[in-house]
């Protein structure tokens, strides 16, 4: 069996050329404290309406149906905040998501891990791998955690000590052996409450969230023609990670900063943010269709715009 300092220590050249910043390796394995919570979540009903989430359970939870048996995980992780991004945030009238602002996180993600599941083929050309970002219905972040990129804080969002919680998760299955020693990063949320106080729809409980009460399911999973408020938002909502002091004190104080530029804030936004309130279908695709909303239908893209502006309107008027 491999050891995981050694496989790491191979592989983080390449992972870092690959512009990946957090990585880690976990056995291939969910612990029953999450097992059970996810299921009671499930059953709770808190997906909202994710139909697709209970379904493929036996995958998420057990890895199987994945064409080989999956031993070990390595996940990496890629920050993808524009602190220019955030000023220019402040000048618009409406509020969309910064994950959402540059090039599709699954296709970036997946370009740039490319390489990295070529040498590892190359070099254990004996077993399999396989990457997933979202794509593959596995929980990301407890494997994150498991494999020491952070905690999950009481917003439900993994969080590094140095890094904060803007990051994308990705992971690779593989069949290989490896070796871990269980690394974790403590819990250090602490008495702070930052999250739960700002959350505008009450999504949230320590360490929990009610999905469909959260702004990001509205606007990006509900495909019904009404909606509740969205408080302004069109795409996503950053309002939980915002606020939270390993974001907005430590990861600002460090300058933590996204090195893609596929994840900078596009033209569109610097130029003339307020002309996506105007868009239509092709004005829409034109500019998202390579963006992590080009899933959104045009339909939920105008719903959720008309909806913002009745809230900016709202605004005006107190
Ligand atoms: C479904 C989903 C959503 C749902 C649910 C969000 C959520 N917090 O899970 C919705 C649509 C709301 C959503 C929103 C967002 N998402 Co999302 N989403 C996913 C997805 C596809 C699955 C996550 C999942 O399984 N959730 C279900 C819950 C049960 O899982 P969990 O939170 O891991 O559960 C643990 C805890 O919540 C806790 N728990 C659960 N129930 C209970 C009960 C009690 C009493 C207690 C104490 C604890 C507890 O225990 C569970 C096991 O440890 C993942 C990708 C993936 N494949 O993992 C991306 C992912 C989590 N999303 C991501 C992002 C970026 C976002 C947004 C920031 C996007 C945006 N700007 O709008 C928001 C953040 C909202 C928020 N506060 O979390 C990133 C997060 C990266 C990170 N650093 O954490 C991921 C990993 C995608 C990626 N590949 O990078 N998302
Ligand atoms: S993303 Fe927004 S709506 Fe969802 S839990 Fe966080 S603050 Fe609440
Ligand atoms: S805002 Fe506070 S409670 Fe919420 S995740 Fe951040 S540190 Fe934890």
Known sequence: MIESKEIISELAEPIENSGFELYGICKAFVPEEDKTKILSWVKNGNHGRMDWYPKNMELRLEFKNIGFEARSVIVLGTI??????????KTMSFRFSK????????????KSAASLLETLQKKYPHHRFRQGVDSLPVPEKVLAREAGLGWIGKNTNL???????????T????DLPIHTVAVSVRDRCGTCTACLDACPTGALRPYEIDAGKCISH??????????????????????CQDVCPWNRVKAAKKGVRTRREEFKARALFRENPDSILGFDEEDF?????????????????????????RSIEREKES
């Open 80 to 89: 993808y905040n524009d602190p220019e991004y955030d000023k220019i945030s």
């Open 99 to 110: 994950y959402a602002i540059g090039e599709d996180y699954h296709r970036v993600l997946k």
């Open 159 to 169: 969080i590094h000590p140095e890094f904060g919680s803007f990051f994308f998760l």
């Open 171 to 174: 992971v690779l299955l593989t």
């Open 218 to 239: 509205h606007t990006l999973e509900d495909r019904s023609d009404v909606i509740p408020d969205t408080f302004g938002w069109i795409a996503g909502c950053d309002i």
């Open 285 to 309: 695709r034109g500019n998202f269709g390579d963006s992590a909303i080009s899933r959104m239908s045009f339909s939920m893209f105008r719903r959720n715009v008309e909806l913002c502006k």
